[in-house]
């Protein structure tokens, strides 16, 4: 049973940018967070979707967006790139609803921005 | 506001020490769930444990263990004859019990532990 997948697994941008990230849910999973953590710290929660629509979000500028898809899977966007938004971009899923299960995460993508 | 506060940076001991990481939150809410995440270097953050709110039972899995003192809001872990392979950053968590479990999750700045052998 295949975990959570990310790709692409490490990404390099130039200022000004936009970028996409894509995420796999685990096997059986509705949910998709995702989460940006800078070098050296916790990760931020950016936003979730359920069915297809955002649920909840962080603070986070609206350069960030996303998008879920029929099947679950999710994608990330990041319009107008900044320098200081080179960090780890973690996905998690989840199964929502009363059997409700902890958040999986997947490996990542390591976007750099110059 | 919810808050989680990991005051130990980096913690360094010899192999087969037992080694306890310190967790501290603040939280409004009634309900919640505490966890505590692994970080290799690979990246992936690897669950080990989600408490809610009402269980306040110690538990102990293997060489891990976890104290959960609402009275204090401190959810500590602790690893006993630490080994090479524990090395990594650890992060306590803390979410609102909305939608079951699969609310947004608070990480403190976590805790780098290093096992010298």
């Known amino acids: 049973d295949a975990g959570v997948t990310q790709s692409p697994t490490h990404l390099i941008k130039t200022r000004g940018q936009q970028v996409t990230l894509r995420c796999s849910p685990k096997s059986g999973h509705d949910t998709v967070s995702w989460y940006q953590q800078a070098l050296g710290q916790g990760p931020q929660f950016i936003f979730q979707y359920y069915e297809e629509e955002e649920r909840q979000r962080g603070n986070f500028p609206d350069r960030f967006s996303g998008h879920q898809f029929p099947n679950y899977s999710s994608e990330l966007n990041v319009n107008a790139l900044l320098l200081g938004d080179s960090a780890l971009y973690l996905c998690?899923?989840?199964?929502?609803?009363?059997?409700?299960?902890?958040?999986?995460f997947g490996q990542g993508t390591r976007l750099t921005v110059v | 506001a919810q808050k989680v506060t990991q005051a130990q940076t980096e913690i360094s001991v010899v192999e087969k020490e037992d080694v306890t990481l310190d967790c501290v939150y603040e939280?409004?809410?009634?309900?919640?769930?505490l966890f505590w995440y692994k970080q290799p270097p690979s990246g992936e953050l690897v669950f080990l444990i989600r408490r809610n709110s009402f269980d306040e039972q110690n538990e102990i899995s293997g060489r891990y263990s976890w104290n959960f003192q609402k009275s204090t809001s401190s959810f500590n872990f602790t690893i006993t004859a630490s080994q090479v392979v524990d090395s990594a950053v650890y992060f306590c968590a803390l979410s609102e019990q909305r939608y079951s479990s699969a609310s947004k999750i608070i990480f403190g700045s976590g805790t780098r532990l290093s096992i010298r052998p």
């Open positions: 939280t409004r809410d009634t309900t919640y769930y």
């Open positions: 998690a899923s989840s199964l929502t609803g009363w059997a409700g299960t902890e958040a999986f």
